[in-house]
């Protein structure tokens, strides 16, 4: 049983930065993409960015590419997502996942709100 846990969510103003965190326990297969999703509320859950956890380049959404970075470390079966220069439309519970096809499991997510 894979379980996924969120961390790092806040308010913050316009123009600021959050560190999400991503603790993975379970059995992830080294083929696994790992990812961050988010939703804002009326939305749909959109993928923010994802990474396998062998090879291949990091994707991005194009609403981010330039501001958020996604990384893991293997050691500490951690995902992050660093988020800087943040803006209002980046408000949205956002949602660690992964499986092979980066979807078939779920953190409970954390809410992210950004002010103007």
């Known amino acids: 049983q894979v379980q996924l846990v969120e961390s790092g969510g806040g308010s913050v103003q316009a123009g600021g930065s959050l560190r999400l965190s991503c603790v993975a326990s379970g059995f992830i297969a080294s083929t696994y993409c790992i990812a961050w999703f988010r939703q804002a509320p009326g939305k749909e859950r959109d993928r923010v960015a994802s990474?396998?956890?062998?090879?291949?380049?990091?994707y991005y959404a194009d609403s981010v590419k330039g501001r958020f970075t996604i990384s893991q470390d293997d050691a500490k079966n951690t995902l992050y997502l660093q988020m800087n220069s943040l803006k209002p439309e980046d408000t949205a519970m956002y949602y660690c996942?992964?499986?092979?096809?980066?979807?078939?499991?779920w953190g409970q997510g954390t809410q992210v709100t950004v002010s103007s």
């Open positions: 996942a992964t499986g092979s096809r980066c979807n078939e499991y």
């Open positions: 990474i396998y956890r062998r090879g291949a380049s990091p």
